[in-house]
């Protein structure tokens, strides 16, 4: 019995070791690569005018829409499979090029009618030239998928990390320029290109795609499974700027569109890279209903101790950070952030279900959880918008706890999870996350009439003593666990 049970742990502690090299690696990167471009961001953000992003923002869904639809969920089923071969892997890629050639085509075609919905003439020649995205996309979802399979990030950070310092010198360079909008234009094509070069070189992908798609049946069935359940992902995330962008005026627009992105930087930029380093090992677990269980607690344990301080934070700070990051001229997103920042925990924990789901072979739970999304979120947007970027902001914070709970009734069996599992892994950050912005709440309402710098320093000091100081105090097991994942020790039982 004892030698039967050796390969089996030593496996599992491969598959440990492996998940938190992938973990450090593309999320190391990752927040590497976005502080190059958030610095690049900031100051591209306080050269443009809301205008610019506003009618960026009114391109976007569009190209959203037709990305839904660009294979990568065809290679998440190139992840998914037990094994594959050249013949597979040729096929994908054939895949990958028709979609996305004819994607191109589709939104070249479509530009004028986005234009005469939004009565912006603006927004055809920006889709028009954006369609140049759609080339990239083939040579960048293959070798993810490869490098993917095997759990190897860190080709793919080394990359991430070369074209986000390519893209933020575009940008810059396009904002001191006097590019307006189309700098927002350029620095997208630049991350895409150089990314695509990078990702082929590092998982020596560059072959002839096939064409003939015989026996390509489970593959495409899956892939048409995940477009479908990202398809109810755009109408969830661009329904706001959908309805909003026939309401506001460009400037308008560009007011909650900026709020929107100063909220949801962590769930949009810091959890997607996790969740692809969890899809994989999800997937390589996938038969072991109690381990797919006790990591996802795990994962959602670990992430919330990063997301609800930073949203709490950003809620209680929101007046001197936008002034000290965005400059006067932004003042107006204040309070649009400051409400936006409340609901955004319910967005983080949602977007975690899917890849848990996905990985068990069910990715029909996620198109189902989209659909259902997709309408309530809708819902609350058409109604919100008669009042503002005010009214959407609220709308979000009204109608993303009803689509969370729905999802969560649905997604858990699956997963093998229960709600009291799920309790215990929130409740040490959301602890500690409320006592902190209670505390800076305080600590602002007291301080003397201070500059925007020195106030959002003094208040960002505070939170993170607080914050720091609840958990070493009331939940020393979440600080071992992070301390033995950065230090790959075995993790606490």
């Given at each position: 019995?004892?030698?039967?049970?050796?390969?089996?742990?030593?496996?599992?502690?491969?598959?440990?070791?492996?998940?938190?090299?992938?973990?450090?690696?593309?999320?190391?990167?990752?927040?590497?690569?976005q502080?190059?471009?958030?610095?690049?961001?900031?100051?591209?953000?306080?050269?443009?005018?809301?205008?610019?992003?506003?009618?960026?923002?009114?391109?976007?869904?569009?190209?959203?829409l037709?990305?839904?639809?660009?294979?990568y969920?065809?290679?998440?089923?190139?992840?998914?499979?037990?094994e594959?071969?050249?013949?597979?892997?040729?096929?994908?890629?054939?895949?990958?090029?028709?979609?996305?050639?004819?994607?191109?085509?589709?939104?070249?075609?479509?530009?004028?009618?986005?234009?005469?919905?939004?009565?912006?003439?603006?927004?055809?020649?920006?889709?028009r030239?954006?369609?140049l995205?759609?080339?990239?996309?083939?040579?960048?979802?293959?070798?993810?998928?490869?490098?993917?399979?095997?759990?190897?990030?860190?080709?793919?950070?080394?990359?991430?990390?070369?074209?986000?310092?390519?893209?933020?010198?575009?940008?810059l360079?396009?904002?001191?320029?006097?590019?307006?909008?189309?700098?927002?234009?350029?620095?997208?094509?630049?991350?895409?290109t150089?990314?695509?070069?990078?990702?082929?070189?590092?998982?020596?992908?560059?072959?002839?795609?096939?064409?003939?798609?015989?026996?390509?049946?489970?593959?495409?069935?899956?892939?048409?499974v995940?477009?479908?359940?990202?398809?109810?992902w755009?109408?969830?995330?661009?329904?706001?700027?959908?309805?909003?962008?026939?309401?506001?005026?460009?400037?308008?627009?560009?007011?909650?569109?900026t709020?929107?992105?100063?909220?949801?930087?962590?769930?949009?930029?810091?959890?997607?890279?996790?969740?692809?380093v969890?899809?994989?090992?999800?997937?390589?677990?996938?038969?072991?209903?109690?381990?797919?269980?006790?990591?996802?607690?795990?994962?959602?344990?670990?992430?919330?101790?990063?997301?609800?301080?930073?949203?709490?934070?950003?809620?209680?700070?929101?007046?001197?950070?936008?002034?000290t990051?965005?400059g006067?001229?932004?003042?107006?997103?204040?309070?649009?952030?400051?409400?936006?920042?409340?609901?955004?925990?319910?967005?983080?924990?949602?977007?975690?279900?899917?890849?848990?789901?996905?990985?068990?072979?069910?990715?029909g739970?996620?198109?189902?959880?989209?659909?259902?999304?997709?309408?309530?979120?809708?819902?609350?947007?058409?109604?919100?918008?008669?009042?503002?970027?005010?009214?959407?902001?609220?709308?979000?914070?009204?109608?993303?706890?009803?689509?969370?709970?729905?999802?969560?009734?649905?997604?858990?069996?699956?997963?093998?999870?229960?709600?009291?599992?799920?309790?215990?892994a929130?409740?040490?950050?959301?602890l500690?996350?409320?006592?902190m912005?209670?505390?800076?709440?305080?600590?602002?309402?007291?301080?003397?009439?201070?500059?925007?710098?020195?106030?959002?320093?003094?208040?960002?000091?505070?939170?993170?003593?607080?914050?720091?100081?609840?958990?070493l105090?009331?939940?020393?097991?979440?600080?071992?666990?992070?301390?033995?994942?950065?230090?790959?020790?075995?993790?606490?039982?």
């Amino acid at each position: 019995m004892e030698s039967a049970a050796k390969p089996t742990n030593h496996t599992a502690e491969s598959l440990s070791e492996q998940v938190r090299s992938a973990v450090i690696w593309r999320s190391g990167s990752q927040i590497l690569a976005q502080l190059v471009q958030w610095a690049a961001t900031f100051l591209v953000i306080r050269i443009l005018d809301p205008r610019d992003y506003g009618l960026f923002a009114m391109t976007q869904v569009i190209l959203v829409l037709l990305n839904m639809l660009n294979g990568y969920g065809l290679a998440s089923g190139l992840i998914q499979k037990q094994e594959i071969g050249r013949k597979e892997t040729r096929q994908l890629f054939g895949m990958l090029v028709l979609l996305n050639f004819g994607l191109g085509a589709a939104q070249f075609l479509l530009a004028p009618l986005a234009a005469a919905y939004y009565r912006q003439d603006m927004v055809m020649h920006l889709l028009r030239v954006q369609a140049l995205l759609y080339l990239t996309t083939p040579f960048i979802a293959l070798p993810y998928a490869l490098l993917s399979r095997t759990l190897d990030f860190r080709l793919q950070a080394r990359v991430n990390i070369v074209a986000s310092i390519a893209s933020a010198s575009a940008a810059l360079a396009g904002a001191l320029a006097g590019l307006g909008v189309w700098t927002l234009v350029l620095a997208p094509i630049v991350l895409f290109t150089v990314r695509a070069v990078g990702m082929t070189i590092a998982a020596k992908s560059l072959m002839w795609p096939s064409f003939d798609f015989r026996g390509a049946g489970t593959l495409a069935k899956y892939g048409g499974v995940m477009a479908a359940g990202q398809m109810f992902w755009f109408f969830q995330s661009q329904a706001d700027v959908f309805i909003a962008g026939r309401h506001f005026t460009p400037h308008m627009l560009g007011i909650y569109t900026t709020s929107l992105f100063l909220t949801q930087i962590f769930v949009s930029k810091f959890v997607p890279p996790l969740n692809e380093v969890a899809f994989s090992a999800y997937a390589r677990i996938q038969h072991d209903t109690r381990a797919v269980a006790t990591a996802f607690n795990r994962s959602v344990r670990i992430i919330m101790i990063a997301a609800l301080p930073f949203y709490f934070g950003l809620a209680a700070t929101a007046e001197p950070l936008v002034l000290t990051v965005l400059g006067e001229k932004w003042v107006e997103t204040v309070p649009v952030v400051h409400l936006l920042a409340l609901a955004m925990p319910f967005m983080t924990m949602q977007v975690l279900l899917g890849p848990a789901c996905d990985a068990r072979g069910r990715p029909g739970i996620g198109v189902s959880n989209g659909a259902i999304g997709a309408t309530i979120l809708a819902i609350g947007f058409l109604i919100g918008v008669q009042w503002g970027p005010n009214g959407l902001a609220t709308a979000w914070i009204a109608a993303y706890p009803v689509y969370l709970a729905i999802s969560l009734w649905r997604s858990m069996p699956v997963i093998g999870t229960n709600l009291r599992a799920l309790a215990d892994a929130v409740a040490p950050a959301l602890l500690a996350a409320l006592g902190m912005a209670l505390a800076v709440v305080l600590v602002d309402g007291i301080l003397p009439p201070l500059a925007p710098l020195p106030r959002l320093a003094i208040l960002v000091a505070t939170g993170g003593l607080v914050y720091a100081g609840w958990l070493l105090v009331f939940a020393r097991t979440v600080i071992r666990e992070l301390i033995a994942i950065v230090r790959k020790r075995p993790l606490p039982a």
